[in-house]
């Protein structure tokens, strides 16, 4: 027997598994018809290393959304790492790896501050992380007095290498998704992050290391950032005081439109990938129609707005 | 006989396929109690919502009041006199009691201000006529769930309700709560108040129900005056079992002593209990709600630590500071509350499973998914777990599975010993046997189990020895002969010392 009400849940657990991907799709349909310029091998190449600049963080932002948490701090992690690498690396190529360890040790310390907030203090993350980066801003511009010194060295333009469409940062952004698929899936590590994010009273009832893990995925977070700041700041080769701003709220973005619950415990990477894609080819296409740069924001707002609503009608009803 | 004020007729109700009701019709007359009894599932809260408005019947018609009543809001349903208590209470803890019950109503003055004065006075006057006095100033959330439920009560009076539906109001009541409870409603039933009752504790059903209507499998399979029914027909109505066959019999022997606890006591109510626990053996931990039976779950599994005295396990010393060391030590807690302490909802029946084990079924953190299969559909067996794939979602299944699922989660670690904090909560009757049948198999292989309930039929049916506790300390210990309920409600309610003297 079929209900309508059969029908209507059938069609929820459609759009929470399949709605990211199919929405996707029809994007990629509407580019073919508004701006098939999208699809030349070019204009694809740069729309690749852009999502992979997002998509970096957005993996890490994506760990921490499943332990229902939330990191606002890796916007000051993009401007500390830029600052990082050319104050260490200051134009001499063999001092790249000491800049790189550096940057990714001061961005597992904020990581580490922004766990211990939420757990051993019991900050609220987005109390916590908005303070952690307002404070990395903050000790950053104090550090530099507002004019960053040092150069970039010239060897990271490495990471504008690329094969076709395969460039560094997609590779990267490739690489570590396959890595952290397989974490979540296929590892006691993943399905403790589920777990949780799904019940956190039920997880430590169960035995599990509950602040190491949310330590942990804070970590991780900050980790990733770091690793997007420096393709971003090898790609630029400048210090900019700027750098990366709109990433960090687009990371979290992706992370949603993709599936994954802000309260934790639902989601994952595949669903992210796609979020990432549905918004650089968004910006992309508001390029190639010569729209204004507001616009993008109008269109971005209405995306991230209209996934939501459309998760909020697939939740189960309560 | 006058007109019914409610009668439902022919209602059909489906979700996502599976049938909750079939052509059920329930009437009722002004100013009675009806029992709505049944196991969990089998349509009772089901037909109470579709009378509240929150769901709408497939198929049959709803005549209140001598009128049909058409789709509604339940806010107009609210409005038409029929009030609904949910077991789940909704109020606002931040609010007064007073702010609660005329929550959206508030009386005002002449230019439109909140009275504070009307709105505690009419409180007040709501309360008296239940006959109970309550500060409706302090804020809800420092309330006793029990009188939260009298603040529902009253709620649903200063709305003017000719029709009451409680839904298993005594699940959070014990003792003494539950006496005031059932005088309240026969202060309703005086004032011409319709009550229905839904429980499945049928004690409760045959002392205040007029009239009882049994649901089975979402049809009704019994209805008629109270007068005619005895507790072997309704329960074999219900189940389609009688009563003796419920607590399954053993003649297990009893082995060492495996765990000892010495005066132990942490920063709760918990003050001072001892008490030892043997191979084999089910020990009942009896007393009302607060009397500090969850907090002694919790020192024991290591959940909150200990301030005093001492606990041994196999004749070791065990200082834990968490639940994980407990786990290692071989100690399992089935906690009280599922939903928010036991069960992962969002995950899969696999994932629920082995969260506890997931070092064993992995080598260098990596999961072997053969190991975990064979692990899954071992318990699936064992447990008599119903689900579709170990893909399932376990919000989606019974809540009878669900509990079995949390106890496959436990067994999985080996436990010695294993603390089951209201075992049976929310989950249906035939759940409920297997689960005591599960129980006496794992007593017999070894294992030594402490249960916590409310249900005094299931302490005393299940348990070797009871100990009742009061106010965080041990009131006293039943065994053999000496075991009653009435001896344990008296522990339970004055305590060690004064029971002996009453």
């Given at each position: 027997m079929t209900s309508r009400w059969t029908k209507r849940w059938r069609l929820r657990k459609f759009v929470a598994d399949y709605g990211v991907y199919i929405a996707l799709t029809i994007l990629m349909l509407a580019a073919a018809l508004l701006t098939p310029k999208l699809f030349a091998v070019d204009t694809i190449a740069v729309v690749m290393r852009q999502a992979s600049q997002l998509g970096i963080v957005a993996i890490g932002q994506t760990l921490v959304l499943l332990v229902a948490g939330l990191d606002l701090s890796v916007g000051g992690i993009f401007i500390m790492t830029s600052v990082v690498v050319a104050e260490v690396g200051n134009g001499r190529d063999e001092m790249i790896a000491p800049a790189i360890l550096s940057a990714l040790a001061l961005g597992a310390l904020v990581g580490l501050g922004n766990g211990l907030l939420v757990t051993k203090r019991r900050v609220p993350p987005f109390v916590a992380t908005l303070g952690m980066l307002v404070l990395v801003k903050g000790a950053t511009q104090a550090y530099t007095r507002g004019?960053?010194?040092?150069?970039?060295?010239?060897?990271?333009?490495?990471?504008?290498?690329?094969?076709?469409?395969l460039s560094v940062p997609l590779a990267l952004w490739l690489g570590l998704n396959a890595l952290f698929i397989f974490v979540l899936r296929g590892t006691s590590y993943g399905r403790r992050v589920y777990a949780v994010g799904s019940n956190i009273e039920a997880a430590r009832l169960s035995g599990i290391p509950v602040d190491a893990i949310r330590i942990s995925v804070y970590v991780l977070g900050s980790l990733f950032a770091v690793v997007s700041g420096v393709v971003l700041t090898g790609y630029v080769l400048?210090?900019?005081?700027?750098?990366?701003?709109?990433?960090?709220l687009d990371s979290i973005a992706a992370a949603v439109v993709g599936g994954t619950a802000f309260i934790g415990g639902r989601g994952g990477l595949l669903g992210t990938i796609a979020g990432v894609l549905i918004i650089q080819i968004l910006s992309t296409m508001v390029v190639l129609l010569g729209l204004d740069v507001e616009v993008q924001f109008i269109i971005k707002g209405l995306v991230i707005l209209g996934a939501v609503m459309l998760y909020s009608v697939a939740a189960p009803e309560s | 006989m006058s007109e019914p004020i409610l009668e439902m007729r022919g209602i059909s109700k489906s979700f996502a396929g599976v049938r909750a009701l079939r052509d059920v019709s329930?009437?009722?007359?002004?100013?009675?109690?009806?029992?709505?009894?049944?196991e969990n599932g089998a349509g009772k809260s089901t037909l109470m919502k579709i009378l509240a408005g929150a769901y709408k019947a497939d198929a049959g018609a709803i005549i209140y009041k001598g009128r049909p009543r058409h789709a509604a809001s339940t806010g107009e349903i609210i409005a038409s006199g029929?009030?609904?208590?949910?077991q789940e209470l909704a109020l606002v803890p931040q609010m007064s009691a007073a702010e609660n019950i005329f929550l959206g109503r508030e009386p005002r003055n002449a230019i439109g201000i909140l009275d504070l004065g009307q709105l505690h006075a009419r409180s007040q006057e709501l309360l008296s006529r239940l006959g109970v006095a309550l500060d409706t100033r302090l804020p809800v959330g420092e309330l006793t769930i029990a009188q939260q439920q009298l603040v529902e009560i009253a709620k649903a009076l200063s709305q003017d309700a000719d029709l009451i539906v409680m839904d298993e109001p005594s699940a959070i009541l014990a003792g003494s709560e539950l006496d005031q409870l059932f005088d309240i409603i026969a202060a309703l039933k005086a004032q011409g108040v319709t009550?229905?009752?839904?429980?499945?504790?049928?004690?409760?059903?045959?002392?205040?129900a007029d009239e009882v209507t049994v649901l089975k499998d979402g049809e009704v399979v019994d209805s008629r005056p109270i007068g005619q029914l005895d507790r072997h027909t309704l329960v074999r109505s219900m189940v389609g079992r009688s009563l003796d066959e419920v607590f399954p019999q053993t003649d297990h022997e009893q082995g060492d002593l495996v765990l000892a606890a010495e005066d132990i006591a942490t920063d709760t109510i918990l003050d001072g209990v001892s008490l030892r626990l043997h191979a084999g053996e089910i020990l009942g931990i009896a007393g009302m709600v607060g009397s500090g039976r969850t907090e002694l779950a919790r020192a024991l599994f290591g959940a909150d630590p200990l301030t005093r005295g001492e606990v041994r396990l196999a004749g070791k010393s065990l200082q834990w500071q968490t639940p994980s060391q407990a786990i290692r030590a071989g100690v399992a807690l089935v906690p009280e509350d599922r939903k928010s302490q036991g069960l992962f909802t969002a995950l899969s029946v696999r994932n629920n499973i082995t969260i506890s084990i997931l070092s064993r079924i992995s080598r260098l953190g990596i999961l072997r998914r053969g190991q975990e299969d064979k692990v899954v559909s071992a318990a699936r067996q064992r447990l008599s777990i119903v689900m579709t794939s170990p893909e399932q979602e376990t919000q989606t299944l019974s809540g009878g599975n669900?509990?079995?699922?949390?106890?496959?989660?436990?067994?999985?670690t080996a436990p010695a010993v294993i603390i089951l904090d209201e075992p049976t909560r929310g989950v249906d009757v035939g759940a409920k046997f297997e689960i005591y049948k599960l129980?006496?198999?794992?007593?017999?292989?070894?294992?030594?189990?402490?249960?916590?309930?409310?249900?005094?039929?299931?302490?005393?049916?299940?348990?070797?020895?009871?100990?009742?506790?009061?106010?965080?300390?041990?009131?006293g210990e039943l065994a053999g002969e000496a075991v009653d309920e009435e001896r344990i409600i008296k522990l339970a309610t004055l305590g060690g010392a004064e029971a002996q003297s009453a």
């Open positions: 004019v960053p010194g040092g150069f970039v060295p010239e060897a990271l333009g490495i990471v504008n290498q690329s094969w076709f469409v400048y210090v900019d005081r700027f750098i990366g701003s709109g990433l960090d | 329930f009437r009722c007359q002004a100013g009675l109690v009806y029992g709505l009894v049944g029929i009030s609904i208590i949910y009550i229905v009752y839904i429980s499945h504790r049928l004690e409760e059903v045959f002392r205040i669900q509990q079995k699922v949390v106890l496959a989660k436990w067994l999985e129980m006496r198999q794992l007593n017999d292989r070894g294992l030594a189990i402490i249960m916590i309930s409310s249900e005094l039929p299931e302490i005393i049916g299940m348990s070797d020895r009871i100990l009742v506790m009061n106010g965080g300390r041990v009131a």
